[in-house]
């Protein structure tokens, strides 16, 4: 079993709609990354928390640390959005364990 | 600007001629990761450096070396690549090692064919 599970695995939306991608953890961490990565492009972090909630714009991400459970939320969907997003979590030292990753596709 | 930057962005090699892969960053972090994910991967950390300490990872094979002449810059050396390698080269920076706070910068990536 992966350290840290994401759900789901594939995203496909319609332009406008609110998204809900969901990381769940099993070991204990001192912070979470969101991560956005665009096909063939490298990796843009979106945020990084310990607690609470946290907005950028149409983005907001939540843990829930003794749920040990993470969701990253898109407020009106756009094509641009498109992207594998991917939680990472700063565990022992600096060393991320990374999600699988979870595909997202919104068409317009 | 950008603040971790890899080059090439694409690097095409054939199996078994070493590549060098490069990375420099602006931001004079300490610390320096690189990353190696295949596709529909996580990545997976191949070592790091804090400083001038090299730390290698238990299962990076040993194909794989680091060089890090300055703060600013890092190498990814492959000795002989073979086509398991063919992959995404990340790398990423951080201020310091321990604790939140201390976000990981990521370059681009170099993409790897090895033919």
């Known amino acids: 079993k992966n350290e840290v599970e994401q759900s789901p695995q594939n995203l496909t939306a319609q332009e406008g709609e609110f998204i809900t991608i969901n990381c769940s953890y099993s070991v204990g961490i001192s912070a979470l990354h969101w991560l956005q990565q665009h096909p063939g492009g490298g990796i843009v972090s979106l945020f990084m928390?310990?607690?609470g909630k946290k907005k950028h714009g149409r983005l907001i991400a939540t843990i829930n640390i003794q749920e040990k459970h993470s969701s990253l939320h898109i407020t009106a969907s756009h094509p641009r959005d498109s992207a594998v997003y991917i939680c990472?979590?700063?565990?022992?030292?600096?060393?991320?364990?990374f999600g699988e990753g979870t595909q997202l596709t919104v068409n317009p | 600007d950008a603040m971790v930057i890899q080059n090439p962005r694409y690097q095409v090699t054939q199996f078994g001629k070493p590549v060098t892969l490069s990375c420099s960053q602006t931001?004079?972090?300490?610390?320096m990761y690189w990353y190696q994910q295949k596709s529909s991967q996580a990545p997976k950390l191949l070592f790091h450096y804090y400083d001038k300490d090299f730390n290698n990872e238990a299962d990076t094979p040993d194909n794989f070396q680091s060089r890090r002449p300055n703060t600013s810059f890092c190498f990814l050396d492959i000795r002989s690549p073979g086509l398991g390698d063919a992959a995404m080269y990340l790398c990423?920076?951080?201020?310091?090692?321990?604790?939140?706070?201390?976000?990981?910068?990521f370059g681009p990536g170099t993409r790897l064919t090895v033919l």
């Open positions: 990423a920076t951080s201020r310091e090692l321990a604790g939140f706070g201390d976000t990981q910068y």
């Open positions: 928390l310990s607690s």
């Open positions: 931001l004079n972090h300490n610390v």
């Open positions: 990472a979590v700063l565990a022992s030292g600096s060393r991320l364990t």
